[in-house]
């Protein structure tokens, strides 16, 4: 493994230049909430042929989460029909593998010395999705040698312990989302990881070849990570932006809004720059990964991979993301500045 570390201050100048994607990003809205609602919405797609991100949508503009998890919330129970969620896992791309429910994603990188792992479920199911699903898919968990860990709740980072003591895989997490997993009273039924690998701004996990690029975009959580690398398909490099916290359950007021959209901001450039033509993610239904994949098996020859959106999508999709936080962000700002006046 190699590492490589970038201060957050190198790429914020990218912002500047994001080229080509940057027409489907700009904040053209009416600075109101009612606009940037409507501009969250319309950049969802999907009536000129384009995908649709309808449930990113919904999660951001319609209904947004609007507080944190609680370090004493109650731990998560165990149902004993989870199993009825449990999607057949399925071989994404030559050398990419997804395992999950209709709702959340885990995702495997194969490479010539192991597999690099994206977020491992919750603790009830990593055993039999990952492991298991790994094994149903002909690969070996015991080769998984980096677990990269999104961020540190429950459905993300539920398993990593299981992978870490079972088969001694590596554990990447932000600095503060391993603090998350400390202070955690309930999270943790069967015992947390080890503080392991702490990820820092622009490490790179390298094996086998293949290079995952990290960068640290605190706002869904203090320590939430992104990526930047490639997949193949029939041959066919593509690069991948795995978006690594979305929804705005965390503190609500202005500071905490400001966080979150310059992390989005950056990423949105970083996934221009990189020419990202796939945007991929822990939550099924904001890329519809359950579904579309699925459709590869009535995939003609000749035809695009259901998962490669193209450059312009991508960027609409951090669009949604970008124009419905402000929305939330001007509604907070209003009824501070209506607090402040009363309290004159």
Not at 250 to 273: C, G, K, M, Q, W
Request: hydrophobic share 40%.
């Amino acid at each position: 493994m190699h590492m490589s570390t970038c201060g957050f201050l190198c790429t914020v100048g990218a912002l500047a230049v994001m080229g080509t994607a940057d027409a489907q990003t700009s904040r053209t809205a009416p600075d109101s909430i009612e606009g940037h609602l409507a501009a969250g919405k319309n950049a969802a797609g999907g009536r000129d042929n384009t995908p649709d991100f309808y449930g990113l949508v919904t999660a951001l503009c319609v209904a947004p989460l609007n507080a944190p998890v609680r370090p004493d919330a109650p731990a998560p129970r165990k149902n004993p029909n989870r199993a009825s969620t449990y999607l057949e896992p399925k071989k994404a791309f030559d050398d990419l593998y997804w395992m999950g429910t209709a709702s959340r994603s885990t995702w495997a990188l194969t490479t010539s010395e192991g597999i690099i792992l994206y977020d491992t479920q919750s603790v009830y199911d990593a055993e039999d999705v990952i492991a298991g699903g790994l094994k149903k898919l002909g690969l070996d968990p015991a080769k998984v040698k980096y677990v990269i860990v999104s961020h540190a709740h429950e459905n993300e980072v539920g398993g990593a312990k299981f992978m870490q003591e079972r088969y001694g895989a590596h554990i990447v997490m932000g600095a503060g989302d391993w603090d998350m997993v400390e202070e955690s009273v309930n999270g943790f039924p069967n015992g947390k990881p080890k503080r392991d690998m702490v990820a820092t701004d622009g490490m790179t996990i390298v094996l086998g070849g293949r290079t995952v690029t990290l960068y640290l975009m605190p706002g869904h959580t203090p320590g939430t990570i992104s990526g930047i690398f490639q997949v193949h398909d029939h041959g066919k490099p593509l690069t991948v932006a795995y978006s690594g916290g979305t929804e705005f359950n965390f503190v609500n007021d202005v500071p905490h809004f400001d966080t979150y959209l310059a992390s989005e901001r950056r990423f949105a450039s970083i996934a221009a720059s990189a020419g990202a033509t796939i945007i991929m993610g822990n939550q099924s239904q904001f890329d519809s990964a359950a579904g579309k994949l699925r459709m590869l098996a009535d995939r003609r020859a000749g035809e695009g991979h259901p998962l490669d959106v193209g450059v312009a999508a991508v960027a609409r999709y951090f669009k949604i993301e970008d124009e419905c936080a402000q929305a939330v962000r001007l509604r907070l700002a209003a009824g501070q500045q209506e607090a402040t006046q009363r309290g004159r």
